[in-house]
Structures are given as structure tokens and as C-alpha cells.
């Protein structure tokens, strides 16, 4: 076992907790008006922009967690089985949840999750050839 990729990987699944965590605690439970997704804009945010940012801080986190994964699977000995193919499932599920993130926050009406939505289908087809 790699312990330097293997420390790497535990420091970037614990940012990323961090990172929702602080993020929720200091700054999106002041914007929540009792909801899941906060919207309450004031003065430079509408509650778009909230949302948006909302769902593009927890997505950070989701692709930090990929990294983790990715990092973690690079620190074990060699398996036999394909790297690439934990790697490209990695990218998949990090633009699967990040799409519905942005989808469910937005209410659909930020394209970004179309864009993150077509990563991942482009990925699980390429996985398929």
C-alpha cells in the first residue's frame, strides 16, 4: 500500500466534509427559510443565485470525494483489475450527483446539470465500447 496516496485520500474525503459541514453551519443555514435548498436572498443574492451556489458548494465536496476514491483505489496494490475503470466510475458518479444537485436546487432552470448530466452519460457510453 502507497500510505502517501492513502493519507492523500483521507485528507481529501475529510476537506470535503469539512467543506459541506462549515459551509452549511456558517453560511446556507442563515439563507433557509426551512427548506432543504436555501433561497433566501438578500441584498447582492436572489434566491437563484442561492440556490446555484448552494448546490455548486455540495457538488465541490461530491467531486472531492471522487478524488478521495480515486486516490484511495490508486493507494492499494496492484488488483489486477482496471484502474481506468474506477477512475471513469469515479467521474460518473461525480457528475451524476452534482447534476441532480444542481438540477433539484435550481428547479431545473440553471443548464448546468444538463452539461454535468452529458459527462456522465459520455463516460458510462464510453465504458460500454
Request: with cysteine; hydrophobic share 55%; net charge positive.
Amino acid at each position: 500500500m502507497n500510505k502517501y496516496l492513502f493519507i492523500a485520500a483521507f485528507v481529501a474525503f475529510l476537506v470535503g466534509l469539512a467543506h459541506s459541514v462549515l459551509g452549511e453551519k456558517f453560511i446556507f443555514n442563515r439563507l433557509r427559510w426551512g427548506h432543504v435548498v436555501p433561497s433566501n436572498g438578500t441584498g447582492l443574492l436572489q434566491g437563484r443565485h442561492v440556490r446555484i451556489l448552494w448546490a455548486s458548494w455540495h457538488a465541490l465536496t461530491v467531486f472531492g470525494w471522487c478524488i478521495a476514491a480515486v486516490l484511495f483505489w490508486l493507494s492499494l496494490p496492484l488488483t489486477g483489475q482496471n484502474q481506468a475503470t474506477l477512475i471513469e466510475s469515479a467521474i460518473v458518479v461525480a457528475s451524476l450527483v452534482s447534476s441532480a444537485l444542481v438540477c433539484f436546487a435550481t428547479r431545473g432552470r440553471h443548464l448546468g446539470w444538463l452539461g454535468l448530466m452529458a459527462i456522465a452519460i459520455c463516460v458510462w457510453i464510453s465504458r460500454m465500447n
